[in-house]
């Protein structure tokens, strides 16, 4: 697969769902569960997998827990088996020397492209983050990442991402600050630069079919965001692909800004919007568990649970939008995946 050309197919745009962990009862890795998940999502038709990022818990990288590398290779290993060619990314994150050395690893094990987080550089000026960025990208191809504050990232402002869009080895950017303003700061800086190479993704889980159906005009300009990136995307996945085909280039009619409105109503219930989005990693799990992927909805930390109310909350959901999930394929296919 090194001589797949991931760029153009990311810039017609993919379903990339963000990679859970699947851990036992004892928190830890569930192999045969975690490559059940991969099988999942590339059966479900998506276009790509980011592993390492906020869902699949950034914590995989602490040394007492060691598991950034082992969630790595087996989703590497998963598609390296599909039919088709698919999109790697992983997560980078951490101050320079670390986020250097992950993108290398990345390089090694042959991941297409890096989603950069900055959520640790929270102090840092203008010009220490490009420089971060720049240092990042003269390893591998950058995928920028707008982290929402509320889950550890940072506000970055438009001429940041003015700035950002000018570094050469920029391949997309994933929108995820949760906030229209921001957006929209995003949008119209790769719009100046003159970048019809970046590839803009949604990592709105709030407003996913909204950010797909907007034509985004700037100074005669107009651009699309063209696929996600989410982890809403980690759980009815089959339905996900499908959303993306049917947004894709569309306008916004009354009805698909109704199906906007339930799968923000779903989200709501899965990311645990209530209490400040503290079971959002719990709340994917559950569904998950639900459909028999996940045994159960241990995260890395003890204390990362559903919140009370939320179980309630994607029991309401469940019932409110069967045509939003996707239990019956799940159903057909499970035990073909979870063998080893």
């Not at 970055?156 to 303003?181: C, G, M, Q, T």
Request: with cysteine.
């Amino acid at each position: 697969m090194n001589n797949f050309d991931f760029r153009p197919h990311l810039q017609r745009g993919l379903a990339i769902p963000a990679h859970p962990l699947a851990l036992d009862s004892h928190r830890k890795l569930d192999e045969r569960r975690q490559r059940a998940l991969s099988r999942y999502y590339i059966a479900a038709g998506v276009g790509g997998l980011a592993v390492g990022v906020h869902t699949t818990q950034f914590a995989i990288r602490d040394p007492q827990v060691g598991l950034f590398k082992p969630v790595l290779e087996l989703a590497q290993e998963e598609m390296d088996r599909a039919a088709k060619p698919l999109v790697r990314i992983g997560g980078i994150c951490g101050a320079t020397k670390q986020a250097v050395a992950e993108a290398a690893l990345l390089n090694e094990l042959g991941y297409h492209a890096g989603l950069l987080s900055l959520g640790a550089l929270r102090d840092a000026t203008e010009e220490e983050l490009i420089a971060h960025c720049r240092a990042v990208a003269e390893i591998i191809p950058v995928v920028g990442f707008y982290l929402q504050p509320s889950v550890g990232g940072r506000v970055l402002r438009h001429s940041f991402w003015r700035r950002f869009a000018e570094i050469d080895n920029v391949a997309a950017i994933k929108i995820a600050p949760f906030n229209r303003y921001q957006t929209l700061d995003v949008v119209r800086a790769v719009i100046e630069a003159g970048r019809d190479d970046i590839a803009l993704y949604t990592g709105n889980d709030d407003s996913i079919v909204a950010d797909f159906v907007t034509p985004f005009r700037f100074g005669g300009q107009e651009r699309r965001i063209v696929g996600g990136l989410l982890g809403h995307w980690s759980v009815w996945t089959r339905r996900a692909v499908e959303l993306l085909e049917q947004c894709r280039n569309a306008d916004a009619t009354p009805a698909l800004l109704r199906l906007g409105v339930e799968v923000t109503d779903s989200n709501a219930a899965f990311f645990d919007a209530a209490n400040a989005f503290r079971g959002c990693i719990a709340g994917l799990h559950e569904v998950l568990r639900r459909q028999g992927l996940l045994e159960g909805l241990w995260c890395l930390d003890e204390h990362a649970t559903l919140s009370p109310g939320q179980l309630a909350e994607i029991d309401r959901v469940y019932q409110a939008y069967p045509h939003l999930n996707d239990d019956a394929f799940v159903a057909e296919h499970r035990d073909e995946w979870l063998r080893c």
